[in-house]
């Protein structure tokens, strides 16, 4: 079956820096999204990667290792807006979303 | 209004109840989607409309009924449903399905059902 892992709960500090893990297993592969979703609001699209690398945006950056199945997201410079969850999803090889439960990012004063 | 909406934000249902949650989007796209979102869990896509036409129905059960009738209007139609139902139910959209394109996504509505 199609899989897509990534930690329930991460903390971090106002501030630091926190990289959040995604691995995947899915029947091919067209590209790879990070959403942020805050408490009671429409997940927004944060990154996107389809070749391997780093992806920087800003205080985000998002790596994609396509042989090892593996992202991660790069938080940097930590606000308490950053507080959300954090979702990732891969795009198969039938370009169909399969999305992890997302991780929930508490940041702490 | 931009981006997409949902109505309404918060729905409170009995089990024998039909009530029907309204998503439009103003983006001029031409796909739009139907998630759930249960506690901890994946988002469960339920339906996909491409060109107002139905693509996909992940195999939900026939106590949701969805209608798109154009490209910028999408409903999703509840009946008798169950506890285990409860859940936020969010629309997306994107410029087209079945390729790679980014989905933009409504503020969702929270169901409750009793």
């Known amino acids: 079956g199609q899989n897509i892992d990534q930690p329930t709960e991460m903390t971090a500090t106002e501030g630091a820096i926190v990289q959040i893990n995604c691995t995947y297993q899915t029947s091919g592969f067209n590209g790879l999204f990070w959403y942020q979703q805050h408490a009671g609001e429409a997940p927004t699209f944060l990154s996107y990667?389809?070749l391997d690398g780093l992806e920087e945006k800003g205080r985000f950056s998002s790596f994609l290792s396509r042989s090892k199945g593996y992202s991660y997201l790069l938080l940097k410079e930590l606000q308490m807006k950053d507080s959300a969850s954090y979702l990732c999803?891969?795009?198969?090889?039938?370009?169909?979303?399969?999305w992890g439960a997302g991780t929930k990012l508490i940041i702490k004063p | 209004e931009t981006g997409v909406t949902q109505t309404p934000r918060h729905l409170v249902m009995g089990m024998t109840n039909k009530k029907s949650l309204k998503c439009e989007q103003h983006l001029g796209h031409n796909a739009m989607y139907w998630y759930k979102q249960s506690a901890k869990k994946p988002l469960e896509l339920m339906f996909v409309?491409?060109?107002?036409?139905?693509?996909e129905n992940n195999s939900v059960p026939s106590r949701f009924s969805p209608e798109c009738p154009n490209s910028s209007h999408l409903f999703l139609h509840l009946h008798t449903l169950q506890p285990e139902d409860s859940a936020l139910y969010l629309c997306a959209s994107s410029h087209e399905a079945g390729v790679p394109e980014t989905q933009y996504f409504g503020p969702g509505t929270r169901l409750l059902v009793l």
């Open positions: 990667n389809v």
């Open positions: 409309y491409n060109f107002k036409e139905q693509t």
């Open positions: 999803a891969v795009r198969d090889g039938n370009y169909q979303l399969i």
